[in-house]
């Protein structure tokens, strides 16, 4: 079945820039996505990106996808303490199946 | 307006007993969810509903019983409750399948402690 990894954990300084990194399985993935989820809340949805393009930026955020590799990458740039969440990759196939990863502990350190 | 809301947040009941949450989506989609995310915080997938009909059916012991009395709704019983069912449950919403642009969106969460 398809699945989908990344690194359980990261830690940056304030003001860096933080990349987390995400790979997947599925050839037939159509749109993969990056949620945020904060202490005791659910996931909001950060940005998502087309299967058919290579880049996205939406202010502080940029996703890489390089899809021959099946590799998909966050790049948050100036990271604040509020930054700190666990950071979920996801994709799906024509939207009825979506697959999670295990998320991304983004630490941020003053 | 919260679109995908789910009730209640917090529910701590004892072993053996039966609890339901209750979830809504103001979002028209089409398509709606049941995650379990454990204690190590990873999600798992345990129910699909489209228009209703039950889509996906992950491995769930079936003390776990959706019900989906309309697109807009999908509630989840659980009978005689047990410690490992401790988790936070997440329900979610998407799009018409194969729709461009689809996106899951997530409710708060419903954090269920058996004790």
């Known amino acids: 079945g398809e699945d989908v990894e990344q690194s359980l954990f990261l830690s940056v300084r304030e003001g860096d820039s933080s990349v987390i990194n995400c790979t997947y399985t599925?050839?037939?993935?159509?749109?993969l996505y990056w949620y945020k989820q904060e202490p005791g809340a659910g996931l909001q949805l950060l940005t998502y990106i087309f299967s058919n393009m290579d880049m996205k930026q939406d202010q502080r955020l940029t996703v890489l996808l390089n899809k021959k590799d099946k590799h998909l990458s966050l790049r948050i740039a100036d990271t604040q303490t509020g930054d700190s969440a666990i950071y979920f990759c996801?994709?799906?196939?024509?939207?009825?199946?979506?697959?999670f990863g295990p998320g991304t502990r983004l630490s941020v350190l003053p | 307006d919260t679109a995908v809301s789910q009730t209640p947040k917090y529910l701590v009941t004892q072993m053996g007993n039966d609890k339901s949450i209750k979830c809504e989506q103001n979002l028209g989609h089409d398509t709606m969810y049941w995650y379990k995310q454990d204690s190590k915080k990873f999600l798992k997938i345990m129910f699909s509903?489209?228009?209703?009909?039950?889509?996906i059916n992950e491995t769930v012991p079936n003390r776990f019983s959706p019900k989906s009395p309309d697109k807009a709704h999908l509630n989840l019983h659980i009978n005689s409750l047990e410690l490992g069912d401790s988790a936070v449950y997440f329900c979610?919403?998407?799009?018409?399948?194969?729709?461009?642009?689809?996106?899951?969106?997530f409710g708060e969460g419903s954090w269920l402690t058996v004790v």
């Open positions: 996801a994709e799906t196939d024509y939207g009825q199946n979506f697959v």
């Open positions: 599925d050839s037939s993935s159509t749109y």
């Open positions: 979610a919403s998407s799009q018409v399948i194969g729709g461009p642009g689809n996106t899951i969106y």
């Open positions: 509903y489209n228009n209703k009909e039950l889509i």
